[in-house]
């Protein structure tokens, strides 16, 4: 293998310091300009992002246009077999990709950074298995005319992906995207350029040059330039409704199409009949209190029935009490860090309008005692109770481990609470009767409900928001279809 896994994630950020991916090389930014990238935990430089604009835009999406003629005209298997065996190589690397990501993002290795790297591997073996279902249709038109559909690639995909996912964000607009017979330009998000760059390095062993590009920059100089291309035909894009909005408008100036995975406030409900220990732990599961709750798809708000809401906050508060900090690259640690300082400020922000606005706070779990973590970006979980639903910690999306707890008497009740939010993500409903199971999935706004349990992105579903969440679907063969190829409508005059 030439590349070998590199488990000492230091020296690798070191390696990977200051370059894009470009027509399968390393290579450096234009303007030689690099910003540093840091380990959250604590607070150190660990490597340097190359600080792309235009020029390397320009280039980047000019390889990829080169590169896509070739890529299109290959049988659609051929290139699904090269993406499903990106993902057995990136398998052979979940170690080395898991340390890495946890180094510059601060999420915990044991219960979030091993975990996603090994969703990646499996995310490109999935959608590499799905090239035979690029098809279109007969169409019974004419008796005289032949009639049908083909599905083509659109171009050259620009995706922008954020910090708290890098990995599997990357993987389910990537994967699809190539296998569709496109090539991609990717833009990192500017806190984690590292993981994803090593991604596509190691990619680079098995796709043609030129495929599969990378750029690190910050979003204004180097993703709007991406999406404002004229060549890029496609843009899929993560990260918060503020930037979504931007990218609408620059995709609509071009009138391509876009996918936007934008943010969460979603609820769980949890009925009077729910097992209680199975809905505690799904609370802390779907609150993601071991990712600081740096998850789109949080359960921040918990509405939780009159009859069980006490003891429910009781046995949440004991659990996430055993919940340990430290550091992310420590097999005991459960909960890592929030990724930098802004995000911090603004999670630490939102616990003081918690308070202001009279909620009750319950800060659980414990700082790490080590010195080397003193400066790390280490956020206690909390939990609120006593909330007013229109309180701005009931309505906003925090993106951090706080959690609102809300009291209900009926489920008419809860499933007005639940609906009442700007965003449609994810819900969840924790009950054992058949009947409520089914109205709540019926009734709940949002594009992903589960009862009695809460899983995260899986291959093969649907998965993407209404409302202020998003646009379009990811993660499945549906979203390969919808969101990377056109249709093609064929006539064959036989007469
Ligand atoms: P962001 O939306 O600004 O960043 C996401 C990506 O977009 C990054 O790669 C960034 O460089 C890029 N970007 C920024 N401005 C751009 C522009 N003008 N044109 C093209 N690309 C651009 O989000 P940020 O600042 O990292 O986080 C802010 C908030 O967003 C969080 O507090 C959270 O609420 C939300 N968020 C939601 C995520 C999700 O999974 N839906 C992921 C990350 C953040
Ligand atoms: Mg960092």
Redesign the pocket.
Known sequence: MPFEPNLDPMSLATELSGHHLIDGKLVAPKNSKTFDVINPATGKVIGQAADGDADDVAIAVDIAKKAQKDWAERPARERGKLVAECGRVLMAHTEELGRLVALESGKALRTESRVEASVLADMFVFFGGLASELKGETVPFNPNMMTLTTREAVGVVGA??????PLL?MAIKVAPALVAGNTVVV????DTPLTVLRVCQIMQEILPAGVLNILSG???S???P??EHKDVKKVS????V???R??YK?AAEKLIPVTL????KSPMIVMDDADLDKAVAGAIGGMRFTRQGQ??TASSRMLVHEKLHDEFVKRLIDKVNTLKMGNPLDEETDIGTIINR??FD?VCGYIDIGEKEGATKHELSALPADAELSDGLFVRPVIFTNVDPNARIARE?I?GPVACVFKFKTFEEALELANDSDFGLAATVWTTDLKTALVATKRLEAGFVQVNQNLVVQPNLSYGGIKLSGLGKEASLESMLEHFTYKKTVILNME
């Open positions: 922008i992906i954020p910090w708290n996912v964000l833009k990192s998000a500017e910050f979003g204004p180097c993703g709007g991406l999406v894009f993560t990260g918060s503020e930037t979504g931007t990218v620059a995975e934008l943010g969460g998850s789109c802004k995000q603004k999306e993106f």
